[in-house]
């Protein structure tokens, strides 16, 4: 079996460590650093060319890690060759392109959600964000590289940020804006897949979203995860089957991920957004927790048979750190040495690379989040303290974490 991994972040790393385990021969384009230990790096710059690469070397299964090339039709492409890609089509790509469409969808469903406005214009859109109460929650539509939520205090700077918006802040994705009201509790993300009709729940994890402790600054990509959460039976049920089960119903067709981003309160979730593929940084500590063969999961997806098949997950926690580089999400340095990598224990911790390449035989940072130290044991504070043991170890210039990773809730 041979399976190509399209993507070059941590998830997409966090994928081939766990299909390393299943006899498959792996491929990534473009890849990074870390994924040269696990798959052989290609790079591809194009439909067309990943298209005729998968058809020359037989390749039986592509997984799309990141949204855009979603967006952009690449399931679509490579399916017209017979080219089996775990993903959604074209018509699903709207859930996570469109957050106003993916809200009008989730109101129609009756799946719980805040109240929320969808508009084109300012003026419209301002009418809307004076009725509510602060703080003031404003979204780009469009895909915007997680960075397109803006959350706001006062009202005189949330008019100021909605008429950047408006003016083209995230160029086409701001052009029509979301207004969401705010919901103070807890958030998490829920992952399923699916193969055109049935679905599997594959678990829980926290995102930690902010750049700094205490989930203040601003929204980065993701600063660290963990999983399991622990949440009651009741909420669980509750997001089974007024969030899970009332999207899967009206999205029949869909195959491949989808994520729900969560807010909870008084036992109660709502929706705040779908991703059509799995998160970064949350797949670094989910596939860790997967107790069952990746391999046959995605072959149950291509071969429909999806509702047979068991899903279990170890009885560990798992908790990942992601050392950025200081300045990040903005302006940042590159081009560091990566050292003591060679002083990590497999037993303690796994470490999945972001930003890195190899140059001259030494790992170097390319990126704003760099690495991803997961730790693990029997208890989130044993996951929790293997993980900040090694991100204090390996070191490179400009290096910054969070410490308050699993402690905040
Ligand atoms: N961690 C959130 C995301 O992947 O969008």
């Given at each position: 079996?041979?399976?190509l991994?399209?993507?070059?972040?941590?998830?997409e790393?966090?994928?081939?460590?766990?299909?390393?385990?299943?006899?498959?021969?792996?491929?990534?384009?473009?890849?990074?650093?870390?994924?040269?230990?696990?798959?052989?790096?290609?790079?591809?710059?194009?439909?067309?060319?990943?298209?005729?690469?998968?058809?020359?070397?037989?390749?039986?299964?592509?997984?799309?890690?990141?949204?855009?090339?979603?967006?952009?039709?690449?399931?679509?492409?490579?399916?017209?060759?017979?080219?089996?890609?775990?993903?959604?089509?074209?018509?699903?790509?709207?859930?996570?392109?469109s957050?106003?469409?993916a809200?009008?969808f989730?109101?129609?469903?009756?799946?719980?959600i805040?109240?929320?406005?969808?508009?084109?214009?300012?003026n419209?859109?301002?009418?809307?964000?004076?009725?509510?109460?602060?703080?003031?929650?404003?979204?780009?539509?469009?895909?915007?590289?997680?960075?397109?939520?803006?959350?706001?205090y006062d009202?005189?700077?949330?008019?100021?940020?909605?008429?950047e918006?408006?003016?083209?802040?995230?160029?086409?994705?701001?052009?029509?804006?979301?207004i969401?009201?705010?919901?103070?509790?807890?958030?998490?993300?829920?992952?399923?897949?699916?193969?055109?009709k049935?679905?599997?729940?594959?678990?829980?994890?926290?995102d930690?979203?902010?750049l700094?402790?205490n989930?203040?600054?601003?929204?980065?990509?993701?600063?660290?995860?963990?999983?399991?959460?622990?949440?009651?039976?009741?909420?669980?049920?509750?997001?089974?089957?007024q969030?899970?089960?009332?999207?899967?119903?009206?999205?029949?067709g869909?195959?491949?991920?989808?994520?729900?981003?969560?807010?909870?309160?008084?036992?109660?979730?709502?929706?705040?957004e779908?991703?059509?593929?799995?998160?970064?940084?949350?797949?670094?500590?989910?596939?860790?927790?997967?107790?069952?063969?990746?391999?046959?999961?995605?072959?149950?997806?291509?071969?429909?048979?999806?509702?047979n098949?068991k899903?279990?997950?170890k009885?560990?926690?798992?908790?990942?750190?992601?050392?950025?580089?200081?300045?990040?999400?903005?302006?940042?340095?590159?081009?560091?040495?990566?050292?003591?990598?060679?002083?990590?224990?497999?037993?303690?911790?796994?470490?999945?690379?972001?930003?890195?390449?190899?140059?001259?035989?030494?790992?170097?940072?390319?990126?704003?989040?760099?690495?991803?130290?997961?730790?693990?044991?029997?208890?989130?504070?044993?996951?929790?303290?293997?993980?900040?043991?090694?991100?204090?170890?390996?070191?490179?210039?400009?290096?910054?974490?969070?410490?308050?990773?699993?402690?905040?809730l």
């Open positions: 079996m041979k399976i991994v399209i993507g070059s972040g941590g998830r790393n966090a994928i081939l460590h766990k299909l390393s385990e299943s006899r498959v021969e792996l491929f990534i384009s473009p890849g990074n650093g870390g994924s040269s230990k696990y798959a052989k790096r290609v790079k591809l710059n194009n439909f067309e060319e990943i298209k005729d690469f998968c058809i020359e070397n037989k390749i039986d299964l592509v997984i799309v890690g990141p949204e855009n090339p979603i967006a952009d039709g690449i399931v679509d492409y490579l399916e017209s060759y017979n080219i089996f890609t775990i993903a959604p089509k074209l018509e699903f790509a709207y859930l996570e392109a957050k106003g469409k809200k009008e989730m109101k129609r469903n009756n799946i719980p805040p109240n929320f406005g969808y508009f084109d214009n300012f419209k859109a301002f009418e809307f964000l004076k009725s509510l109460n602060p703080p003031y929650v404003i979204k780009a539509d469009g895909l915007a590289g997680g960075k397109g939520v803006s959350i706001v009202l005189k700077e949330a008019k100021e940020v909605l008429k918006y408006f003016e083209g802040k995230f160029k086409e994705a701001s052009k029509k804006v979301v969401e009201e705010y919901i103070d509790g807890f958030e998490i993300s829920a992952f399923i897949c699916m193969d055109g049935d679905y599997k729940f594959i678990g829980y994890a926290k930690y979203k902010k700094l402790d989930d203040k600054g601003p929204n980065t990509g993701g600063m660290g995860s963990y999983t399991p959460v622990e949440i009651s039976e009741n909420l669980h049920k509750k997001i089974i089957s969030v899970v089960e009332r999207t899967v119903e009206n999205i029949q869909y195959k491949g991920f989808l994520f729900f981003g969560l807010i909870i309160k008084d036992e109660q979730p709502y929706v705040l779908y991703n059509i593929r799995l998160g970064d940084p949350e797949t670094q500590v989910l596939v860790l927790s997967w107790d069952f063969d990746f391999l046959e999961l995605l072959i149950s997806i291509k071969e429909k048979t999806l509702n098949f899903i279990n997950f009885n560990k926690h798992f908790l990942n750190v992601v050392l950025a580089s200081e300045g990040y999400p903005f302006e940042f340095k590159t081009g560091y040495e990566i050292k003591n990598l060679d002083k990590v224990d497999e037993k303690e911790v796994i470490v999945f690379h972001s930003g890195t390449e190899i140059i001259d035989n030494k790992f170097i940072t390319t990126g704003g989040r760099v690495l991803n130290v997961v730790g693990f044991g029997e208890s989130k504070e044993e996951a929790r303290e293997k993980a900040y043991k090694y991100a204090s170890i390996i070191d490179f210039e400009n290096k910054y974490y969070r410490k308050d990773i699993g402690i905040i």
